[in-house]
């Protein structure tokens, strides 16, 4: 072969060469491409059974709530369960449901969510408490002989006594006001689960400025209401005394520091005559004997000018504090 066949060969050579490593990479790339849609399909299928087990398991704790509520309304006979029922409707998924024994105080509870695609998942409680329906309450407005409220304020009325004043104040500003009630709970069962419990304090006037929280706390020693309006009684509490003799620990109230209940004031202008403040935990306290009952004191956050509400001592019974208490009782119980 002459020099210059060599030469020509050596073009077409290098073009193989080149045709080759094209050729591999394609074929790289489709084995690339090929894993990857596996993958990404794996992925798919890995993200769709996580889905469907999260829906069984969302709808077996659903239905779990369903049926302690139907249970608790049952008024403690003729619990029943559930066969195939849809949970939620129309989305596929099957709750079927046991519970035994079908009356009492207790039972035992089960319950299997089964999605569409066969995802399932079972819960299971033993000795569920099943209580007594409807609710029990009470609501407790004492008059000026029976409740026990009076405000403290710092400054220039810082000895003075307000127990039997009409209205008392809390503010935050200039000065500091702080509220101070008991109520009387004996007529709640000791052993009464509290469902709920709830201050309402009938509003006279209201000034401050934004985004104001007005706190509930538990007083930690037992304190004297006192007679006076304004006035230097010297039997009853004050911003330095909590009887007639006795030091509060700290100026302005020994009190517990955690917050037993809250509410947010609304902005300025205000347009409403109630304050309601949810004190659930703490009334659940004192009638299980926790902390002994010596009433709550009521603070604001700053600047409350001033708030103020009507008191057990005003002329007019529907201006009274009021403390609303919901419990029920296990089946079989007496309260």
């Not at 060969?9 to 491409?33: D, H």
């Amino acid at each position: 072969m002459g020099p210059d066949c060599r030469h020509a060969a050596l073009p077409a050579r290098q073009a193989g060469y080149v045709l080759l490593s094209v050729t591999a990479a394609l074929v790289v790339i489709a084995a690339i491409s090929l894993m990857l849609n596996r993958n990404t399909a794996m992925t798919n299928e890995l993200v769709a059974a996580g889905a469907e087990r999260a829906q069984a398991q969302l709808a077996a704790e659903s239905a779990l709530t369903l049926m302690r509520r139907q249970i608790n309304r049952a008024n403690c006979n003729g619990y029943t369960g559930l066969t195939d029922y849809p949970f939620p409707p129309a989305s596929g998924t099957l709750v079927s449901t046991t519970v035994s024994p079908a009356a009492g105080p207790a039972v035992d509870l089960s319950v299997t969510a089964t999605t569409a695609a066969g995802s399932s998942h079972s819960i299971r409680r033993s000795s569920e408490p099943v209580y007594q329906w409807p609710l029990s309450s009470v609501a407790i407005a004492p008059d000026a002989v029976a409740g026990k409220d009076a405000m403290i304020a710092d400054g220039f009325d810082d000895f003075l006594n307000f127990g039997a004043e009409q209205k008392i104040n809390i503010s935050n500003d200039l000065i500091q006001e702080r509220a101070l009630l008991q109520f009387d709970l004996s007529a709640v069962p000791a052993d009464a689960d509290i469902v709920k419990a709830i201050l309402t304090l009938d509003m006279d006037d209201i000034s401050s400025g934004s985004d104001i929280t007005v706190t509930a706390h538990r007083i930690t020693v037992a304190w004297l209401e006192g007679t006076g309006t304004g006035t230097l009684t010297d039997d009853g509490v004050d911003w330095h005394e909590y009887t007639d003799s006795d030091h509060w620990t700290t100026h302005g109230g020994d009190f517990d520091a955690a917050i037993a209940g809250s509410t947010r004031l609304p902005d300025p202008p205000f347009a409403y005559d109630k304050l309601e403040l949810k004190i659930t935990g703490l009334v659940r306290d004192w009638t299980a004997g926790t902390y002994p009952n010596y009433g709550l004191l009521l603070q604001g956050s700053a600047p409350l000018s001033q708030l103020k509400f009507y008191s057990s001592d005003h002329s007019n019974p529907s201006h009274w504090p009021a403390l609303t208490v919901y419990w029920r009782c296990l089946c079989g119980a007496t309260c």
